[in-house]
């Protein structure tokens, strides 16, 4: 059973490969990304692929792959908004994930970059080695009392609140289900524009839906505080970054952490440190002092690559014998 890798990273191989000891598929890794200039490149047969966050599955993508005799799509992330879901369900392809691959990982990533925005320890880093011990422009503020809102209380979410509350924060939250046991530790629930207009801290833990595309835009921001510190570790697209850019020239947004971006697929997971990267928006937001972009790497722990692992390679054995893994696990 042949499974192609794509947007693969040394680690990548490292860990599928120690998986693999217990499955005993035949494994290829690339580096590209899937899109429309490789598929062909997908020899004919190959029982799956597997993708990345970033890899394209369009509907032409899909069909190729459906010629070619692939069976399944194997993501190894828990987002789907880059595959055509209904594409795959009308070439009888199945399409599996990695629904949680410990949620603490990306919960504990958010809090870094949180603290990291306001202790500015970047910053001290640099100047200590520099031999400079001043303080001055490294002011923060306590988190200990302040309003942080929530928007997705999954597993990640769920996590990144317990964080919160530790710091003893007042925290709330929105999702269209609520969580029992969070609410029975401190979290209240409230409808999402009391929620977003009360945060001090604003935090986003959901999926990329074409419902919640551009989910903190213009209209959003402007109610919010004042100085209010957003950080993003689940998909670009929930911001809409120039009505952010502009928010940030205001000081409206203090603060912004996003391990995600729009266009990220051109830039993350690749060393472009000798390149000129056209592209203006990210450009322009490394350029503010209180902005901090980190590479996606919000799940790059050990604990979620082995999780990520050995949960992908054994939905792809499943599904080779013909049997089903759990349901949470399948999209189509």
Known sequence: MKTIFFSTKPYDKTFFSTHNSSHQLQLEFLETHLGPHIVNAVDEGTFAVCVFVNDRLTSEVIGVLAGKGVKVIALRCAGFNNVDLEAAKAHGIRVCRVPAYSPEAVAEHAVAMLLTLNRKTHKAYNRVREQNFSLNGLLGFNLYGKTVSVIGTGKIGKAFCKIM????????????????????????????????????????????????????????????????????????????????????????????????????????????????????????????????????????????????????????????????????????
Request: one cysteine or more; proline letters at 3%.
């Open 165 to 332: 509350l530790g710091f003893g924060c007042k925290v709330l939250a929105y999702d269209i289900v609520r969580d029992a046991t969070l609410e029975a530790a401190g979290v209240v629930y409230g409808d999402f524009d009391t929620v977003l207009q009360s945060a001090d801290i604003l935090s986003l833990h959901c999926p990329l839906t074409p419902e919640n595309r551009y989910l903190i835009n213009e209209q959003r921001l402007q109610g919010m505080k004042p100085g209010v510190t957003i950080i993003n570790t689940s998909r670009g697209a929930l911001i809409n970054t120039n009505d952010a850019i502009n928010a940030l020239k205001t000081g409206h947004i203090a603060y912004l952490g996003i391990d995600v971006y729009e266009q990220e697929e051109k830039l993350f997971f690749k060393d472009l440190s000798g390149s000129i990267i056209e592209d203006d928006t990210i450009q322009r937001l490394m350029s503010f002092p209180n902005v901090l972009v980190t590479g996606h790497q919000a799940f790059f722990t050990n604990e979620a690559l082995d999780e990520i692992a050995g949960t992908t390679l054994e939905n792809i054995a499943m599904l080779s014998r013909g049997e089903e893994p759990e349901k949470s696990r399948l999209l189509v």
